[in-house]
Each structure stands twice: as structure tokens, then as C-alpha cells.
């Protein structure tokens, strides 16, 4: 299975391709997408929608890992993040991928142990699991290469879980 996990920010959405064989879990690629405060709202949202279709294309997931939204105290940001999280879902579906949703905490639980983890302890944790020999930079490909291990754990114990097929 090749999933493709994303860690969704308008500023910086985060991708990471991890592929299974068994209980086998590695790296294909990541990276950060990363877009300017100062460019048009569509021109960002496009370029999201653009280069995860490209990261699709050249990699081949069939399955989707990706963050659902913490609504903290920054309203405003929640918003610019489920904007990002919009483009996203919308390249996966014309993809025809499935799709895992999942919690920050759930993410770290599933990668840690622990939902109350760090970023550090989740890129070390990403580092071990995916047999890297550095942890992954930036903080936002290895959030994401983290979903991606945690729907690979949620598929193995209980056949999908949650997931559920957008029609293209």
C-alpha cells in the first residue's frame, strides 16, 4: 500500500509518501509545500491543489492520511488551514484516493504513543519507524509522514478503519 500523508497549513502543507509491505513501513518522499502571505488567496490554495496532484502523479498513492483541523484559540488560522485542507482533499479525490482522517492526537498516539508527544519526539518517532538516517525537515513533512505511518497502523489493525472512498 503507498499512502500519501498530508500535514495541511496554508503557509506550509506538508507531504510525506510512505509505502507498506506487511508490517514494513518506508519512506518514498516528502517535502513542504510553501506559499507567500502576500499572494492571492487562490494562487495559494491553487498551488497546493497543483503540486500534491504532481506528488500523486509521480508516486502513486491509492490511500490518503490526512489532519483534521484543531480549532484552538486562533480562529483565523483554523480557517486559513481548512482553506489548505479544502485544496488538498479536493487534488486526492480527483485521484480517486481513499481517505483516513485523524487527530493531531490520534497521529501522535498511533507514531509516539502518546497523544501529549512533541514535535521532536514525533520526528525521532518518524526517524525509527521509517528507518531514516536523519529526522525529516521541515517540522511539517514529518507531521505528515507521521499521518501517513498512523493510517498504515489503522489499516493493518482494522482494515481501514474509518476510511472512506470520495468518489472522483
Avoid at 44 to 62: M, N, Q
Wanted: proline share 4%; net charge positive.
Amino acid at each position: 500500500m503507498i499512502i500519501l500523508g498530508i500535514d495541511p497549513g496554508l503557509a506550509h502543507t506538508g507531504w510525506g509518501v510512505v509505502e507498506t509491505r506487511g508490517t514494513a513501513c518506508r519512506a518514498r518522499a516528502y517535502g513542504c509545500i510553501a506559499t507567500k502571505a502576500g499572494e492571492p488567496i487562490d494562487v495559494r490554495l491553487g498551488r497546493i491543489c497543483r503540486t500534491l496532484g504532481e506528488v500523486i502523479e509521480k508516486y502513486g498513492p491509492t490511500e490518503l492520511a490526512i489532519e483534521s483541523i484543531y480549532f484552538g484559540e486562533n480562529t483565523k488560522s483554523a480557517i486559513a488551514t481548512a482553506q489548505a485542507r479544502g485544496a488538498a482533499i479536493v487534488a486526492c479525490s480527483t485521484a480517486g484516493l481513499t481517505v483516513g482522517e485523524y487527530t493531531p492526537m490520534q497521529i501522535k498516539q498511533a507514531v509516539v504513543g502518546t497523544g501529549a508527544a512533541d514535535k521532536h519526539q514525533v520526528a525521532y518517532m518518524v526517524r525509527s519507524i521509517l528507518g531514516l538516517d536523519h529526522e525529516p525537515r521541515p517540522d511539517h513533512a514529518a507531521d505528515a509522514l507521521a499521518a501517513a505511518v498512523c493510517h498504515a497502523n489503522v489499516a493493518r489493525t482494522t482494515a481501514l478503519g474509518k476510511a472512506r472512498r470520495i468518489p472522483a
